[in-house]
């Protein structure tokens, strides 16, 4: 049995090239953003921080930072399991500790402003297990990721070419 592909690999490589290298093209941003990224994860753990860095990119679909940050979390001796099961963690809560679940809640409802605000709820419990400094810092390491995944998906960065330490 034959069967058509609609789409050619002249249509995939057009889909999948960027679009601009913004880094090149605004080097003090991108300078900028580095140095807000190392400010925001400061005194966040590790993995924590490539837990949300993940959970944001999938909800963003941001393939570049899915990539980077499944390897840099690969790197830093996060399992295989744990990183799957970040899209139904929800469902795979016994995989994840209390603090990481708040982390995730969190990084949800910052991410996915449908509401236009973070529950009281949301916060409210990842307040129980952070002390103020903490949750400040996990909040900008949200906030953090959730803008490099703009600049990633609206300049169509492509996954596949980072090697973990590479940005650090």
Known sequence: MTTTNDTTDTDYAHEHTPRLDWARHAPEVFKAMIKLDAAARAGVDPKTAELVKIRASQLNRCALCLDMHSK?????????????????????????????????????????????????????RAAKVYDERELTQLIAAITTINAWNRFGVSTRQSPGHYTPGDFK
Request: hydrophobic share 45%.
């Open 72 to 124: 840099d979390a690969l790197a830093a001796g996060e399992s295989v399991e744990r990183i799957i099961q970040l899209s139904a963690w929800e469902e795979s809560k016994h995989f994840y500790t209390e603090k990481e679940i708040a982390a995730l809640e969190l990084t949800e409802a910052i991410t996915v402003l449908t509401d236009g605000f973070v529950p009281d709820e949301v916060y409210e």
